[in-house]
């Protein structure tokens, strides 16, 4: 086997693979799209309208998704908030994939957070820079296990919700989502190369706050396992 390996210069960094509930098999990462006030009440909450302007996207690092159910408070912040989501797993992809053929690009879901440095991200749009330094960093992205599309059909509507020890903060329904599934992935593919592998998180309700060290925080979404993460 180790014959075959090509000729690295460094060792080759491990592949990001996240758990399919209910079987050993894993889902290999390749890309994360995230969108940005996808539900009406969050963009109120941020000071934004919520009319239905273009989406806007930004990125995670596939290695930021984390399943282990741990999530160590990052360096360099003091006000780091939960946003739950529902993480979109693509099987398939292409360039301007119609609306209405979207869904056969879809793997699975799986319920996640996109954890914010919210204070730095702040500091970032004031300045009109990206902020990756406020989203994309270790261990930002818990994910829980995938449901596939196979067995659990293509959720549009239900609850999702975060709670942190217990207390409700954020509540919702994915049929408040202003850019649906479909729509997220027709639209991104019109400026990227989509593929197997690819990671869409579907942006989160309102009720976005801090969390401490200590915290436990859950992701419900009707349908999918509950996510349990804590905060060390
Ligand atoms: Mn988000």
């Not at 197997?196 to 979404?221: H, K, Q, Y």
């Amino acid at each position: 086997m180790e014959g075959a390996m090509p000729n690295f210069v460094i060792e080759c960094p491990p592949v990001v693979a996240l758990p399919v509930a209910g079987t050993a098999a894993r889902f290999p990462v390749r890309r994360v799209y995230c969108i940005g006030r996808n539900y009406a009440a969050h963009a109120i909450e941020m000071g934004h309208d919520p009319d239905r302007e273009d989406p806007f996207f930004f990125q995670k690092n596939p290695d930021n998704l984390d399943p282990s159910g741990r999530f160590p408070y990052p360096p360099m912040s003091g006000d780091v908030h939960h946003e739950a989501e529902m993480a979109v797993m693509l099987k398939s992809g292409g360039r301007n994939i119609p609306v209405d053929r979207a869904l056969e690009c879809v793997f699975g879901y799986a319920p996640a957070l996109d954890m914010t440095r919210r204070d730095l991200q702040g500091e970032q749009k004031k300045l009109g820079r990206p902020w990756e330094i406020g989203k994309a960093f270790e261990g930002s992205a818990p994910v829980g296990p995938i449901h596939p599309a196979a067995e659990i059909g293509h959720p549009d509507q239900g609850r999702i919700g975060l709670s942190v020890n217990g207390e409700v903060r954020q509540e919702g329904d994915l049929n408040q989502m202003i850019w649906k599934v479909p729509e997220q992935i027709a639209y991104l593919s019109e400026y990227y190369e989509l593929a197997a592998g690819d990671v869409i998180l579907s942006g989160t309700p309102s009720g976005v706050a801090a969390v401490a060290r200590g915290d436990v925080m859950e992701v419900t979404i009707a349908g999918l396992e509950t996510l349990r993460v804590a905060v060390v």
